[in-house]
């Protein structure tokens, strides 16, 4: 595994203690065959509109770098809101230790909209691919940084083998090089450094060009206002993924029509 230093690698070997302890409560043959089970995924590609830019609204009590962001957030009403003010799918931080997050949040999203929902983790192994679908997530991310070519592609592959679709989220060239040989439909952009956690929308734009017209781009992370989406739409983004202004804003709904340019009534 080829994680950068600092918070990435505190968050991955938490990722991979949880796993453990998960996987002797429950052993991937069994999560792997409930998953195989579970409704049809709903197309997260296809809400995300290529063409016309749209929102991925993210589900999201804390980060890292900040603490709580909204210790009381209700997952479904969050959702509902999001699908209100015109989101085209919605992300849930599932990860618990520093954002959070549940599978919980994730079921109750997926359950109060008709929106794809996209499970957002640090996903290392196949036993977190088979949980997210069992879940009812309709997408995953995949990080470049943290995963080998193989394991990236293995992982996608499996995504798809279950119906659902991955993102897969890149911060650099090297990363989009992996993306690209993996055979990713969906590449996410990443405008924070995994390192210390600084934003930079310049990273969208600066990577936007390597990819080329059949992938659905999305950009990721510091897009808080409607002339962030302008600049992104104009340098060719398909979607953004928008949280912490979000979750923070008193009425999700307005903000995500402020954000798209559509007056309210």
Known sequence: MNAVKGMLDRIVSSTLEELDRRREKVPTSQVAAAACKAEPARDFVASLRPGTISIIAEVKRASPSKGWLNRSLDAAAQARSYARGGAAAISVLTEPVFFHGS?????????????????KDFIVDPY??????????DAV???????????????RELARGLGMQALVEV????????????GARV???NNRNLSDFTVD?????????????????????????????V??????VHAV???????????????????????DD
């Not at 977190?128 to 997530?137: D, K, P, T």
């Not at 600049?231 to 060719?236: I, N, W």
């Open 103 to 119: 599978f919980a949040d994730l079921e109750a999203a997926k359950g109060a909209t008709e929106l794809p929902v996209l499970c």
């Open 128 to 137: 977190q691919v088979f949980e997210a679908r069992l879940h009812g997530a």
């Open 141 to 155: 991310l995949l990080i470049a940084a943290i995963l080998s070519d193989g394991a990236l592609r293995t992982l």
């Open 171 to 182: 911060h650099d060239e090297r990363d989009m090089e992996k993306a690209l040989a993996s």
């Open 187 to 189: 590449v996410g952009i």
């Open 201 to 229: 929308l310049n990273t969208t734009l600066r990577l936007r060009p390597l990819l080329p017209p059949s992938v659905v781009v999305v950009s990721e992370s510091g897009i808080s206002s409607r002339s962030d989406i």
């Open 231 to 236: 600049m992104l739409e104009r340098a060719g």
């Open 241 to 263: 993924l928008v949280g912490e202004s979000l979750v923070t804003a008193a009425d999700p709904a307005a903000k995500i029509r402020e954000l798209l340019g559509v007056a």
